[in-house]
């Protein structure tokens, strides 16, 4: 089945303590980012990649690290996390990349920085 | 930069009532393209629909139905016959190529409650 998967789901931390969010798909897709949700905000970009070893800043990067060493792999790193971390994270791929391609979207995870 | 607004942010209806979601999109390109996703309470986001701005054509898919109109650049989404199902959280989102980005820019979702 084609999906986008996230580990974990819910995670509840405390501050400065570094963690990562995994995020894998198995659809061969070349684009993949990350976006977070809160409230009255709607969804936001943190990173995107086109490819791997391409990485780029979307509209809210900062407290957040990514990498890309593999195409089906995108984990969302956070060095030293703090409050205002706290929010609901989606990771998404696309094929190319291309604005026509749909973004298909992992399950979220939660995360809650105490 | 290009923008999303959802004006409504809650909307309840009770059972088998149509209900439209109002979606308006400002962007500076000519290409470019819309999404609905909708959220339930379970928390995912689940694909709808896409449309290019090339295709003004209204799609109808079972209860939904979705109407672009350029000239206001409007993009809203009805549903008919509204199910307890139906609630959910509903974004709108616009998608152009920013430098190499194919960015989505969301509205702020508008969340829709359906009661028996």
């Known amino acids: 089945e084609a999906q986008v998967t996230q580990n974990p789901r819910y995670l509840i931390t405390v501050t400065g303590k570094k963690l990562t969010v995994t995020c894998s798909q198995n659809?061969?897709?070349?684009?993949m980012s990350w976006y977070r949700q809160d409230p009255g905000l709607g969804l936001r970009q943190i990173y995107y990649?086109?490819?791997?070893?391409?990485?780029d800043k979307g509209d809210v990067p900062e407290g957040y690290k990514v990498s890309r060493k593999e195409k089906r792999n995108f984990p969302l790193i956070l060095e030293s996390p703090s409050p205002n971390q706290t929010s609901l994270y989606f990771c998404?791929?696309?094929?190319?990349?291309?604005?026509?391609?749909?973004?298909?979207f992992g399950p979220g995870t939660r995360l809650t920085v105490l | 930069a290009q923008k999303v607004t959802q004006a409504q942010t809650e909307i309840s209806v009770v059972e088998k009532e149509d209900v439209t979601l109002d979606c308006v999109y400002e962007?500076?390109?000519?290409?470019?393209?819309l999404f609905w996703y909708k959220q339930p309470p379970s928390g995912e986001l689940v694909f709808l629909i896409r449309?290019?701005?090339?295709?003004?054509q209204n799609e109808i898919s079972g209860r939904y139905s979705w109407n672009f109109q350029k000239s206001t650049s409007s993009f809203n989404f009805t549903i008919t016959a509204s199910q307890v199902v139906d609630s959910a959280v509903y974004f709108c989102?616009?998608?152009?190529?920013?430098?190499?980005?194919?960015?989505?820019?969301f509205g702020k979702g508008i969340t829709l409650s359906v009661r028996p």
């Open positions: 998404a791929s696309s094929q190319r990349g291309n604005p026509l391609d749909t973004q298909y």
């Open positions: 659809m061969n897709h070349e684009y």
């Open positions: 990649s086109m490819n791997v070893e391409v990485t």
């Open positions: 962007t500076r390109d000519t290409t470019y393209y």
């Open positions: 449309r290019n701005s090339f295709d003004e």
């Open positions: 989102a616009l998608s152009e190529l920013d430098g190499a980005n194919s960015k989505l820019t």
